[in-house]
């Protein structure tokens, strides 16, 4: 019997990009949110997820420095498993909900590409950046203080399609600004079988079900934004109109599952 | 409407990491024939493939420098869509018909990590190389010529996983050394709903058809090939016995479908 | 006693990053013909070398898809020595004679900088690509036709620098159209010292010397360019007012020497 | 005039890979000690420095996870330059003090190799990990606690150079365990001029000195090192015979100055 979770499949399950669920996820995070064009927001929905008026165009822009690990310590190998992620989330409506749709992600590692297709996160290859910080601070490493600056980067297919920066203010006290709509994604498995490149292996909403969240270090303050015009590209069709808060703290979490709400075959 | 043949799925379809088929191809490679331990071969093999004795543990090892196009002259964007594979093919029955099972293959690229995982083709990102002909030979340049050597090698996750050189001999004059038994891959698409990780969305053996191969430069000398024992991989049990011969030429072809054999579920 | 012609120096030699001279190179290589502002081409010269006003801000641009051998087969390491490279070469006189200043140069390899700035070519590293020519062409590779199109471009530090564009039109009968002005370069080693920051190690115009060059497979026609503004990047001001030839061919040479026109300090 | 620390040197001095002294650093490291046979720290040593007997082959690797910046908050450009590095240090004498030489280092960044070049570090690229520290432990992130785990590990030139790993005890309470004897390192700038390659523009011994430097979070347990043998390498000659101490803390410090000891030419 052929052993992994994605590709590869071997007979010792060793050479395959990831391991199975759970998966265990840390991270240090810049947030940033921002108002795009309505139409362009609601242009990017799939079927089954509606505009969310209420927002008017609100999103969020988001870096993350991750750690990833299965069951067998993973995280002892960063050359294969630590990545770095930039994503974009819009609000949206499910059957009347707010949710949260992903439309645009870029990571710098393939294992992470492979889980992400899994969870319908339409990952390609970037190479993305944040300003760390460290315990031992000064002119190249901001404290975690008033003022402080951290910025961040993505770059794909030789393109810079996005830069950001957070200014701190006051570290979070109430929780509740961190609060995140549950994040629903397009599945896609195409086929590439001629008679059936209209019937997609997988097509429908997925909802990301992750758990144990813990979040640390919590800043918040002013965020600001860019998504340049790029040949080949559309992210900048969601460029903002303006920005609003800024957060940057340290996250874990755990994913084992996911939720299918709605098959849009 | 969203657009796009892989993720992302956007109004305009300009961000996806692939066009739709056809997709074109052109390809200078390198070959290398070689026996690996028949036990070893045999146990990468699928259900459905079963080991074809009389090749004894044959398989190739193939280096491709390639370029893809799709029909809007992606060839013009080479950071987004040039890139460079490495992958092997073991010797196999299907029904009794001769063809090649692929265990590993590893690009440098998403775009092609993509089309690659539509066919069946389980590639993880690695750093592939190969020495280069050029017009203009000289000390680092070899020319189409008895005793000129080319190398290649493949490291993925930090480890070198393959190293071969090919040596010429003699322009190919018989095209039949060159024929390839057809590719079936195995097609795998996991869930991660946790009531459904037994049971992919796609388990399938599938057969590779593709159209107008074209082959120029032929020629053909001796092989070798390494692949080291690494922590984390499995690949180095694949390891030769013994080499055989070693090919570099130019290729061409055209990739439009997928012919689904058997569904494994 | 310690070896190597770059660092590291050790016990064997083996770790350095290049060979001692003599340095073998092929490749494949781009030429797009442009002119930028007079006073933008005045402004990046070095003192010692005039601006040329019969150019009128003339220059080139090149991409290189290199292959490097030292004496001992470097050529089938190619993960090591094979890189690409994008220049750009404005006219000036030295003394009254026409030659060629490189202000912008960036390469994909480790080895290959340190030749260069050994050279006093003004390396940084980047991403560098070019449409290939195979033999075997189709929609994915261009033949040497006329019409036929071959794209380059270059991102560094995450930004797109330069995108360019050759259309062939004839193969090139007279070589006199090849011909390059010698290359004349800023060769400098700051010194870190505090009281020597100002007085670097080496600061001085050297011409480079390349011999035995080969071209074969040369096409001309239309060229064309765009060098992009971008956040802390300066290349920008060379933009092109008007683009001129375009050239496409494989060159071969050999470099063991360099020349010291006038020390500047 | 141009303007620039280091290549390219430009009108405004954006371009160049460094902005002037002073440099600001801030990191989080793992140092591993090990003893390697004695005869090959001898054998690395440059000539004006001694093997110190006492060590017995004492050297330390270390990984460091950087953040640079230059007077003008080059740290809100991660993309130009933060950096991962690994190297090693031997125990040296000179002129009977106790000073610690680096005969290998490895970063992934051109401005680290440039400065690190201006300061004698004898940089090549590579592609250098370690496991990450983060505020929201977890499976994939280890706490700073007795027992955690951290790893690192260097690739170049396709090669798996160095492996290692980190288990905390104890923070360190005694900041005197964290001393560094001054580094000491061999300036070397060769010179390509046919009839100068034996006379190097700078082949000096040169100190380090660094200031303002701070430490934090620091933790001490077992370190574990390994240096496999590798084709066209010689780190491997360093192969720890055994290890000692591990440490993992959080460091910043300030660089505008080198001290030369003696010109060996």
Redesign the interface.
């Known amino acids: 019997m ?1 052993k992994g ?8 399950g ?2 395959t ?1 990831n391991p ?2 759970p998966w ?5 995070f810049l947030s940033i949110e921002f108002w795009a064009d309505p139409a362009a927001v609601a ?2 929905l ?1 079927p089954g997820l509606d505009f969310n008026r209420s927002g008017n165009g609100h999103a969020n822009a988001l870096f993350y ?1 991750w ?3 299965g ?1 067998n ?8 498993y ?1 990545y770095r992620e930039f994503f974009i989330l819009v609000d949206a409506l499910f059957e009347g909900k707010a949710v949260a749709y992903c ?3 870029f990571v710098d ?2 294992a992470a ?1 492979a889980r992400g ?3 319908g996160y ?4 970037g ?1 993305v ?4 910080y ?9 404290a975690l203080a008033p003022g402080s ?7 794909a ?4 399609l996005a830069e950001a ?1 957070v200014t701190l203010k006051d570290p979070v006290k109430d929780m509740c600004v961190l609060k995140q709509a549950p994040i629903v994604n ?1 599945l ?7 008679d059936k ?1 209209d019937k997609p ?2 097509h429908e909403l997925v909802e990301n079900v992750p758990h ?1 969240v ?4 919590a800043w918040i303050g002013e965020g600001s934004l860019s998504l340049p015009v ?1 040949h ?4 900048s ?1 969601l460029a903002p109109v303006r920005c609003g808060k800024g957060i940057r ?12 709400l709605k098959d849009l075959r």
């Open positions: 052929l979770f994605n590709y590869p499949l071997t007979p010792k060793k050479s990009l199975p669920p265990y996820y840390s991270a240090d242009a990017v799939p420095d750690q990833f690990s069951s310590e993973e995280y002892l190998d960063p050359a294969r630590q439309p645009y992600i590692n393939d590409i297709w899994s969870q339409p990952k390609r290859l190479q950046f944040q300003t760390r460290y315990a031992a601070t000064g002119k190249a490493g901001p600056k951290f910025a961040g980067s993505v770059t297919s030789g393109h810079r920066l397009l896609h498995t195409p086929r590439l079988a001629a490149q292996a997988d144990d813990k979040i640390e270090q790029c080949g590209e559309e992210i069709d703290a340290s996250l874990a979490y755990i994913v084992d599952d996911l939720k299918t």
